[in-house]
């Protein structure tokens, strides 16, 4: 059973996926660049709708749902990682992009936009045990990704066309500042370490620090990057690796003393960054189907993997707690599909997964 909007109904088509036994030489001959490791897909989801297009996803640890954009059929999706099966599609979510849960609160934040470049945005929040909204609250022109301030109770949303970031009270569910940043804007995270807001600006190719109490910009970092667009934050090491996506490189900035390691290739037009805690290990999913991996060691990246995974395999979530990664794509053999992969470097690659290519009948 899922939900679509809050009435429950019966969804045909989605079933409970288990391992199936295939032998499948994509996955099963491990890394196509340098055979250290590889991938292994444990299961495709197929998921409703005609080929859509999708964005981020963020996961609620504590129940164990996936929250995933569904930007081109104007849904949030809500797959349940611990059955495999889909828990909810909501509609009413028009060109949906970032998407953050936070489950202490029981809401789910979700950046909505109408098409063009001159009509503002709006950031839905949505009732993680109802599924329902429960507010629409103004944003800038485009709003992107987004991250949560605990300190202060504020929300920070990237308004990609709008060249700012709205500032969001979240126990009043209001807008109550602008910050302007000189440019578009792409990815926005929470600095742990200095308690910071992180922000990318791309057509200026900077990375600005706002402080979230004053909402004024204390510090801005140039980078030797064209459209700077996909950001991740470590603690220790105080690194931001940064993604440049019209020029495929990734970079690490210590963000102690500006300095930035020499750049490393990436799949053409790099997006959404997730990461191993445990093993440090950084993957970067690209439009272009490629998705990166790299070791991290003392604040510096290698890459020790690169391979096509799908069309448009553009956003990945890694999941800590059952280390899997899930895969969102928008086209895989005329259906959209979710594929959960898990990833290994050392020791031969499994020889049995599912066809990527292929979903269960329904």
Not at 23 to 46: E, H, I, M, R, Y
Not at 167 to 178: A, C, Y
Not at 258 to 265: A, D, F, G, V
């Amino acid at each position: 059973m899922i939900r679509s909007g809050p009435l429950p109904i019966a969804l045909a088509g989605i079933v409970l996926l288990g391992i199936i036994l295939f032998k499948d030489p994509f996955f099963a001959v491990g890394d196509a660049q340098n055979n250290a490791g590889g991938w292994t897909l444990f299961a495709t989801v197929p998921l409703p709708g005609p080929p859509g297009r999708f964005d981020y996803q963020s996961l609620d640890s504590r129940t164990g749902l996936l929250y995933i954009a569904g930007l081109g059929r104007n849904s949030l999706l809500v797959l349940n990682t611990r059955t495999k099966q889909l828990a909810a599609d909501l509609p009413g979510f028009p060109h949906a992009h970032g998407v953050l849960v936070v489950p202490s609160l029981h809401r789910v934040y979700v950046t909505v936009s109408p098409k063009g470049r001159s009509r503002t945005g709006h950031l839905a929040v949505v009732d993680t045990d109802s599924f329902r909204t429960i507010a629409m609250i103004p944003t800038g022109i485009h709003p992107d990704g987004l991250d949560r301030d605990p300190a202060t109770g504020r929300l920070f949303v990237s308004n990609e066309w709008g060249n700012s970031l709205t500032v969001i009270d979240i126990r009043s569910n209001r807008p109550i500042g602008t910050v302007p940043l000189g440019g578009e804007v792409g990815n926005t995270r929470l600095d742990a370490a200095t308690g910071q807001i992180v922000s990318l600006v791309q057509s200026t190719g900077d990375l600005v620090n706002v402080n979230p109490s004053t909402l004024k910009i204390v510090q801005r970092i140039p980078l030797p990057c064209h459209w700077p667009h996909s950001l991740f934050l470590l603690v220790h090491p105080h690194r931001a690796f940064v993604t440049c996506e019209k020029d495929d490189r990734l970079l690490s900035v210590n963000l102690d003393n500006e300095k930035i390691s020499p750049p490393l290739s990436t799949g053409e037009k790099p997006d959404v960054l997730a990461w191993d805690p445990e093993d440090r290990r950084l993957f970067v999913a690209s439009e272009s189907g490629i998705v990166s991996v790299y070791q991290e060691q003392a604040g510096r990246l290698s890459e020790i993997s690169s391979q096509f995974l799908g069309t448009a395999a553009h956003t990945i979530l890694f999941d800590p707690e059952n280390r899997q990664l899930y895969l969102p794509l928008e086209n895989a053999g005329g259906r959209p599909v979710l594929r959960i992969l898990g990833w290994r470097k050392e020791g031969p690659a499994p020889t049995t997964s599912i066809d990527p290519e292929q979903s269960p009948s329904p």
